[in-house]
């Protein structure tokens, strides 16, 4: 990744000197803030918070998986031009300090998500596959969005550093912030009221869990097949025969598979217990689809209200 990387910011230095020349430019001239968001959960809170008094571009292409996404010279660019730059900050962003410590071009401000709330440990849990790994840092979960707790916490930080930045527009970005955080408020309100009358306690993913701040946030136990980030696909037989047993144990009535996942995990599952098979949605990214037709985090959060009702019920 290292070689890859210093290869694109040369090809990004030559292509920024052809744009010095007159090349087309990549920033907006419109006066208007230009945002830059790695993945969808923060390209969606800054327009939500700046409406259509910013500009707001997500690197990540819709339908892709967000763990293997590497930056073009262009994203470079358009990182190192922008006013706003917004990325999650964890072990996968590796490649974003790279870019933020070299060159002299800088966005005006940047902020990581996971800098914005209290962070947790990656953990395993009984019946986890563990994936090798020759590091001795601490890895922290980098899902700090799926808590609506946390999501308020990240859009009031962006907002700040909206107003210092466009100052005339500031009185605009903190009301749109304060009609959004009634909606994480309503979306905390409704995941805690079904944590509070459910019938039991435990989640069940036949997939990577990337809910361990939602997890806590609702003191809700789960079972997975993987860490959050972990790359790995195909758990041991061990792994699935667990998940298994606790279904039946529990009686549990759904098990999930999260967004742009094969599924066949979840499947196995299902077909050994009668569970039903639902996706619980992590918001990293939405499909061309659903990015055309507008989908947001709330939505996608309220799909999750719905699949966590059926699970828990």
């Not at 990325?87 to 590796?94: C, Q």
């Not at 569970?275 to 989908?295: I, M, P, R, W, Y």
Request: glycine share 6%.
């Amino acid at each position: 990744m290292k070689k890859i990387l210093c290869i694109l910011l040369g090809m990004a230095v030559m292509v920024g000197a052809l744009c010095a020349c007159g090349a087309k430019k990549t920033t907006k001239s419109d006066g208007k803030l230009n945002i830059v968001a790695t993945i969808f959960p923060p390209y969606d809170f800054a327009r939500e918070i700046g409406g259509d008094r910013v500009n707001v571009s997500m690197l990540l292409k819709p339908g892709t998986e967000s763990h293997s996404y590497d930056p073009t010279p262009q994203d470079i660019i358009s990182i190192q031009e922008c006013d706003l730059f917004l990325y999650v900050g964890g072990e996968s962003d590796e490649w974003v300090r790279d870019i933020l410590e070299s060159g002299d071009r800088k966005p005006k401000k940047v902020i990581a998500l996971m800098d914005c709330v209290d962070k947790v440990r990656e953990e395993l849990v009984e019946g986890m596959e563990s994936e090798e790994n020759d590091s001795d840092e601490t890895e922290y979960d980098e899902h700090v969005w799926t808590s609506p707790k946390n999501a308020d916490k990240i859009v009031r930080q962006i907002t700040a550093a909206m107003s210092e930045l466009d100052s005339k527009n500031a009185s605009y970005f903190s009301n749109n912030t304060a009609v959004y955080c009634q909606k994480l408020a309503a979306l905390d309100y409704a995941f805690q009221e079904i944590a509070d009358s459910a019938k039991r306690k435990t989640l069940i993913f036949g997939d990577r869990f990337p809910f361990r701040y939602f997890a806590d946030a609702y003191d809700l136990q789960y079972y997975a097949a993987f860490p959050g980030c972990s790359s790995e696909t195909e758990p041991s037989a061990a792994t699935i025969s667990f998940l298994i047993d606790k279904v039946k144990e529990e009686k549990i009535p759904v098990v999930f598979a999260i967004e742009f996942s094969s599924g066949k995990v979840a499947d196995t599952i299902c077909e050994s217990t009668g569970a039903k098979k639902l996706t619980f949605h992590s918001c990293h990214n939405v499909t061309q689809e659903e990015f055309d037709n507008g989908v947001s985090y709330d939505s996608l959060m309220q799909g999750n209200i719905k699949a966590l009702r059926e699970a828990l019920s």
